[in-house]
């Protein structure tokens, strides 16, 4: 069965930059979507990046186009997050998901798409 693990979590100042992974194992098809979400205290979980494994096509949320980076590494079973110029409302509990049904034409943005899910990695950025 397909399993997922985020780690990379940590303290940082507002304008620092960090680097989540996400180890995937038990990987049998190529055809499947990866993705990226947050929770900040008190708020939704909310969608920040997906990617499709085989293509590689990316997907982000308005709030983070252009500071944050999806990538994956087929070879090593890990996705990657490069986030950038990081900002205090970054702050949130980051995990990592799995949609088995996606492909290159769909990337999902809704928490019902993924089976799929970790435990979670924090990232606190202080002012």
């Known amino acids: 069965q397909v399993q997922v693990a985020e780690s990379g979590g940590g303290l940082v100042q507002a304008g620092e930059s960090l680097r989540l992974s996400c180890a995937v194992s038990?990987?049998?098809?190529?055809?499947?979507?990866m993705s990226w979400f947050r929770q900040a205290p008190g708020k939704d979980r909310e969608f920040v990046a997906c990617?499709?494994?085989?293509?590689?096509?990316?997907v982000y949320a308005d709030s983070v186009k252009g500071r944050f980076t999806n990538s994956r590494n087929i070879a090593k079973n890990i996705m990657y997050l490069q986030m950038n110029n990081l900002e205090p409302d970054d702050t949130a509990d980051y995990y990592c998901?799995?949609?088995?049904?996606?492909?290159?034409?769909?990337?999902?943005?809704?928490?019902?798409?993924?089976?799929?899910w970790g435990q979670g990695t924090r990232v606190t950025v202080s002012s």
């Open positions: 038990g990987i049998t098809y190529r055809t499947f979507v």
């Open positions: 990617i499709s494994w085989s293509g590689g096509v990316t």
């Open positions: 998901a799995a949609d088995l049904d996606g492909s290159n034409y769909y990337l999902g943005r809704s928490e019902d798409d993924y089976e799929i």
